[in-house]
């Protein structure tokens, strides 16, 4: 472990890493990358994502995913009496990715009696029979219905790519844990991905899944924002903003099609939903003639609310990202994978990025352990 860590001038949160995979190793990351003393209690047999293959390209040792997750973070083999004195003695937070009905019985009543703050993050939640796992995501995204919102009109619904129920669930975990730090006593957080993920929903759908009544002709798009959802572009995709009323005006300026904003099929909301087939009519040929950047420069300029739609690749090339030096080489790969740079923009870890080796920390952590008796 770094020595500069033993040397910080306060003690900062000892979070213990029970989590395997994605979210739960997030969420630590997250921790860590805000100053915390993160000690990662891997299995025996690995964490599955050590050798997870990404994008179908071969693996050239540790898995680019295991090293964005746990980079900054202590690393000490699982064993059953390392995980009971760590619990008892040394833990402030502990991240844990099982059921209930996986976990060790004092793990769950210690963090009753407030000794430490306990976290889960599962696929379906800490009461299930399931845990999950990686590949589960593709499940996930079904269950929670986001994917009846992907896709083109009568097309088959497609998943959302990566891991985004996962890397959502671990962020959701991570704030969790920071706020209930607020609070003295008992805390258990339970995070699902399944409900993680269908946060990240427009309000109409939102809506639907509460009430079960099905959304309006204008499809999954908010009745009182349309045009919403993605717009064809010369170059790809845009996604307007008509929550304001003044970015309505806004569009309309730019189509150079000032009636809109007085027709009556489409001055109000519930026009605009009622009436909205004819209203794509007349404003996608404008789209079609634009590109993504030409959109998003014009929509700044005069304060409408309107995004682009980057993929992998566009995102890489983005000016925007790239000024704020977003992305950076992964750790430990040459520079053959990129990723985002910090977790947490303008806070710097204590510890430097390195990767610890299975079970590098055991004869340290151990002896942080019982210097906390």
């Known amino acids: 472990m770094p020595r500069e860590t033993e040397a910080r001038p306060q003690a900062p949160l000892r979070v213990l890493e029970l989590g395997t995979g994605v979210a739960a190793p997030y969420a630590g990351a997250l921790l860590a990358s805000l100053g915390a003393l993160v000690v990662k209690l891997e299995p025996p047999d690995g964490d599955p994502s050590r050798h997870y293959p990404l994008d179908d390209r071969p693996l050239n040792g540790t898995s680019p995913l295991f090293r964005y997750l746990n980079v900054g973070k202590a690393n000490a083999t699982l064993t059953p009496a390392r995980l ?3 619990a008892g003695q040394w833990a402030d937070v502990i991240l844990d990715s099982r059921v209930r009905r996986d976990v ?3 793990l769950t009543e210690r963090a009753a009696a407030g000794e430490f703050k306990y976290a889960s993050v599962t ?3 800490f009461e299930q029979n399931d845990a999950g796992d990686i590949d589960d995501e593709l499940i996930v995204q079904a269950q929670s219905g986001v994917m009846t919102l992907t896709g083109d009109s009568g097309g088959a619904p497609l998943r959302l790519p990566g891991f985004q129920s996962q890397f959502l669930a671990g962020a959701y975990t991570a704030a969790g844990v920071l706020a209930s730090l607020r609070e003295h006593g008992p805390r258990v957080i339970e995070v699902a991905w399944v409900t993680a993920i269908a946060t990240g ?24 924002s349309f045009p919403a959802g993605a717009f064809h572009c010369s170059d790809g995709f845009v996604v307007p903003g008509t929550v304001r009323h003044h970015d309505w ?3 309309c300026l730019l189509y150079d099609q000032p009636d809109l904003v007085v027709d009556p099929r489409f ?6 939903a009622k009436n909205h087939a004819e209203l794509v009519a007349r404003i996608q040929p404008w789209y079609s003639k634009h590109s993504r950047s030409e959109i998003f420069s014009q929509a700044l300029g005069v304060g409408w609310a309107c995004g682009m739609v980057l993929g992998a690749g566009d995102a890489l090339t983005d000016a925007h990202l790239h000024n704020r030096q977003f992305f950076g080489p992964a750790f ?9 740079a910090r977790l947490a923009r303008g806070l710097e870890s204590y510890t430097r990025p390195t990767l610890n080796d299975h079970g590098a920390d055991n004869a340290w952590f151990d002896r942080q352990i019982r210097t906390s008796e």
Do not use: I
Not at 332 to 340: I, K, R, V
């Open 249 to 251: 005006e806004m569009q």
């Open 332 to 340: 430990g790969t040459d520079g053959q994978w990129l990723a985002p």
């Open 84 to 86: 009971q004195a760590a």
């Open 123 to 125: 696929a379906w939640g």
């Open 104 to 106: 060790e019985g004092f």
């Open 267 to 272: 001055a109000t909301p519930a026009g605009r």
């Open 201 to 224: 929903a427009e309000g109409s759908f939102q809506r639907s899944l509460s009430t079960g009544v099905v959304p309006p002709a204008a499809g999954a798009h908010p009745t009182a």
